[in-house]
């Protein structure tokens, strides 16, 4: 399969779906990376009276439309989270766990991520903190590592996890069942510091404290300027244009990403934009 691609969008939301319809449209080669469930926080809306055309719908049926409407046009989700947008000049690598895309453009709409950082993320990045546990299992053989989980999907990388550290401490920042091997520790504290000297050594939990080598946080999306090094945030947004242009060239973004009011007719307008100034950027390239 060619895994290169005009345009790759980063969210399933009503901005990086209206992107993907756009540039569709223009007939641009498109991947677009989301879940089933298109937008956690559109099916959560148990009212909508503000989307023009759908008056008192539920976040559910605006879903269901949405799904129909991407159905309709043969635009399909890629269900992989996306860990880090490298620019490379006139395109960009997309790292997707052990896979690699290339694009020419990229628009970003991943929303906003909820999530605070713990203290110590930032400055254990790179030094046994990650967002990826299949792609840095390896690292880890024969040691122990720490996974903090804020979704279900993270149950599937621990088992991987699992299969070659010593020792898996599983903390889930969710309720329900956990289908994890038996060889995995669940604990259900909540995390506050992570502690170190050149790299990680401690896991600070709101009881007690791990030992560990390597600690994992899977998250559901993870903040821009991590996703996308160098690019540039203004009041904990992606800084964006008119036209929805980023700092870096053929890096586009939409959405709650990019800025308030956070409202999901506004997101499907700024998806619009973005796709057709990704178009008009790609096809400018041509003509050059």
Do not use: W
């Amino acid at each position: 399969m060619d895994n290169r691609y005009d345009i790759a969008i980063i969210g399933s939301g009503p901005a990086g779906l209206s992107a993907a319809v756009n540039a569709n449209i223009r007939n641009k080669s498109i991947i677009i990376f989301g879940n089933s469930e298109l937008s956690h926080k559109l099916v959560k809306a148990p009212k909508i009276n503000n989307y023009l055309g759908f008056h008192d719908v539920t976040g559910t049926e605006l879903k269901e439309k949405f799904q129909q409407h991407i159905e309709a046009m043969g635009i399909k989700l890629t269900s992989e989270k996306v860990n880090t947008v490298y620019a490379m000049g006139d395109y960009f690598v997309l790292q997707v766990n052990e896979k690699m895309y290339e694009a020419r453009a990229v628009i970003i709409a991943t929303g906003i991520e909820f999530t605070r950082p713990l203290k110590g993320e930032a400055e254990f990045l790179g030094k046994g903190v990650g967002y990826c546990a299949t792609c840095d299992a390896p690292l880890y053989k024969s040691k122990v590592v720490s996974i903090v989980a804020y979704s279900k999907e993270g149950e599937e990388e621990a088992n991987f996890v699992s299969e070659l550290a010593s020792r898996v401490y599983y903390i889930p920042m969710y309720k329900g069942e956990y289908k994890l091997n038996s060889n995995i520790h669940v604990i259900k504290e909540i995390p506050l510091e992570i502690l170190g000297g050149d790299k990680v050594e401690t896991l600070k939990l709101n009881n007690t404290e791990l030992a560990t080598d390597g600690i994992f946080l899977l998250k559901d999306s993870v903040a821009p300027d991590q996703l996308v090094p160098g690019l540039l945030i203004e009041e904990g947004h992606i800084k964006v244009d008119r036209s929805m242009k980023t700092n870096i060239e053929g890096c586009f973004a939409a959405g709650d990403c990019a800025g308030k009011p956070y409202q999901y007719l506004k997101s499907a307008g700024e998806g619009q934009v973005a796709a057709l100034s990704a178009v008009s950027y790609l096809d400018s390239k041509k003509q050059g």
